[in-house]
């Protein structure tokens, strides 16, 4: 009886060492200054034009999303407007600033995006504005 009164025991410690282990492992949320994130969704592909009023927030505190991870990113940005593969398990997330190819108002001579590199272990490594 006493060693299955053990084994029980031995159990519920892996568990709850376990569940402290993937709690301590898991990152927090970033937050900016003066960002709202709700008019940075609202705008999709930059089809409303008031990205363009909001991206030099997140260029001043581009340092905050250095080393974060994807789930991270898209808590704080939404979902990104382009995915783009790179060589060695690298991507980068694309959010459009002016309108994108979808939006009625759609100028190829004018495009700038908000590009976040990711290295191949799902941390960002680059924040680059192109205006």
């Known amino acids: 009886m006493w060693q299955g009164d053990q084994l029980l025991m031995t159990k519920y410690i892996f568990v709850f060492l376990a569940s402290i282990f993937f709690l301590g492992c898991s990152k927090s949320a970033i937050e900016l200054r003066e960002f709202n994130k709700t008019t ?6 930059g089809c409303g034009g008031t990205r363009k009023t909001i991206i030099e927030t997140i260029v001043e505190q581009k340092s ?5 991870e994807q789930k991270q990113i898209t808590n704080l940005l939404g979902k990104a407007d382009k995915y783009e593969l790179y060589k060695r ?3 980068f997330l694309v959010y459009s600033i002016d309108p994108g190819s979808s939006c009625a108002d759609y100028n190829k001579n004018k495009t700038a995006n908000l590009t976040i590199r990711f290295n191949a272990l799902g941390r960002v490594n680059e924040v680059v504005y192109y205006p």
């Open 40 to 45: 940075w969704e609202q705008d999709k592909n």
């Open 64 to 68: 905050k999303l250095m080393g974060a």
């Open 89 to 91: 398990n690298q991507y």
